[in-house]
């Protein structure tokens, strides 16, 4: 007797081929074994998947959970977006807050297909890790650390003591936790608001721990002019000097990047992700075919949901139209953003960002954290390409259940794990206090 049995799906193979007719069985928080449809397997609970395709779940590879509650005040906004809306509303949040906030986000995702996502921080992480155990997600959770910048009020400033001790008493709480779904990682805001000394510093604490760091870089001009000024060296330059680069170093954004930057980022096997709604609102177009041709992990991310929905459909085919313009058109060459590379930055590649290859595909072995979408639909089938229309044409309503760690977190589009019909409550009671307070 098995723990869950999806029957009769198709599958999405590691290769991105498509199998129909498949059983996909799960015992504790693992894929047991795949085999073709057979009336007689028995599970304690069985999902029919007639009419579904099993495939990987989403990994968000950077977001912000504390900035759910700001959806809707920042677009169409003047500059700068940050100090005049970020700063206030972030250092106006509670602990429960945070704690709502993120259960929205978690809500948002999970009814998106996203099953694992990677926190670049905020405040009051220790919430944001409590909403996650109790919505079932998979996640690496990082606090956001800053020790200068003008502009920055004195509440959000930390020495790099305080900065550290407070990720490390986080790590202690909260890593391994969840049944081992939540990892504590390291994360350096960005370089104009953390010093070489907290960046060298955050280096060697995360090494001591075996664990990740999580940065903003080359986010932005004023971001790349600030560090030439100040140091005479390039935001990615200043970090190899720092010793902040290595494998286990998830960079963000990679907007205003050289040559030589690639060059560096790939020297250092650090990991790329790419956050397309925000890239494409305030920065620019990042050279994404250049790091894929470099071979290296390129994953996707919402940046959090102030001005954008958190899901990773829209990320994909944004990225496909934007890359396409962008670099394709002018030497007429419609391949350089491929459907299949996509998927594998949504998914598998959000799983290697995340510094895990036990998960991310779907394939026995691998820890059980997917979804499955109903594919039997007008805006999917007939196709004769599955995948290239998941891409162009699926969405978030398209997701019936969702697995993760082995636990049925979703199913036929009712979350088990969370109370939407109160957390939607309290989030809109919520907002409107934080925006009367912060004044924005
Ligand atoms: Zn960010």
């Known amino acids: 007797m098995h723990d869950l049995l999806v029957r009769n799906a198709s599958v999405l193979n590691p290769d991105m081929s498509i199998s129909e007719h498949k059983d996909v069985f799960v015992d504790g928080n693992t894929i047991s074994s795949i085999a073709d449809t057979s009336a007689v397997s028995e599970a304690s609970k069985i999902i029919d998947g ?25 677009i169409e906004e003047w500059p700068m977006i940050w100090t005049r809306f970020l700063i206030p509303f972030e250092s106006n949040l509670t602990e429960e807050d945070v704690y709502w906030g993120a259960q929205l986000a978690c809500l948002e995702m999970i009814k998106s297909g996203t099953t694992a996502f990677i926190e670049s921080g905020g405040i009051h992480m220790a919430d944001v890790a409590e909403a996650t ?16 910048g003008g502009v920055i009020p004195a509440s959000m400033k930390e020495t790099v003591d305080e900065c550290m001790t407070a990720t490390e008493e986080l790590y202690s709480k909260y890593n391994g936790a969840g049944d081992d779904t939540i990892r504590i990682w390291f994360a350096m805001r960005e370089v104009m608001t953390c010093s070489p000394e907290l960046i060298r510093e955050t280096a060697k604490r995360a090494a001591a721990l075996n664990t990740g760091i999580h940065a903003h870089l080359c986010e932005h001009h ?35 990047l050289t040559e030589h930057d690639i060059t560096i980022l790939k020297k250092y096997d650090a990991k790329i992700v790419h956050c397309p709604t925000s890239n494409l609102s305030n920065h620019g177009f990042p050279k994404t075919p250049r790091f894929l041709d470099e071979g290296m992990v390129v994953a996707l991310g919402s940046d959090g949901a102030s001005s954008t929905s958190l899901s990773l459909f829209e990320k994909m085919r944004l990225m496909r139209y934007a890359m396409t313009a962008y670099w394709g058109i002018p ?19 959000g799983a290697r960002a995340m510094l895990r290859d036990d998960f991310g595909t779907v394939e026995a072995g691998m820890k059980a954290d997917f979804i499955t979408l109903n594919i039997d639909q007008p805006h999917i089938q007939p196709t004769s390409s599955l995948l290239k229309t998941l891409v162009t044409n699926a969405g978030p309503g398209d997701v019936c259940d969702s697995v993760i760690n082995g636990k049925l977190v979703m199913e036929n589009r009712n979350v088990l794990t969370l109370d939407e019909k109160k957390v939607m409550e309290e989030c809109t009671k919520r907002q409107k206090e934080i925006f009367a307070r912060a004044g924005i």
């Open 133 to 148: 155990i109790k919505a079932g997600l998979r996640a690496a959770i990082a606090k956001s650390t800053m020790d200068m």
């Open 50 to 74: 007639t009419g579904k395709l099993v495939m990987p779940g989403f990994v968000d590879s950077h977001t912000h959970l504390c900035q759910t509650l700001l959806r809707g005040r920042t």
């Open 331 to 349: 030497v007429f060459d419609s391949r350089v953003m491929l459907c299949l590379d996509l998927m594998k930055m949504a998914t598998v590649n």
């Open 222 to 256: 004023d971001e790349v002019k600030f560090c030439l000024e100040n140091y005479h060296l390039r935001p990615a330059e200043l970090l190899e000097e720092n010793g902040m680069l290595g494998p286990n170093f998830l960079s963000a954004h990679n907007v205003s």
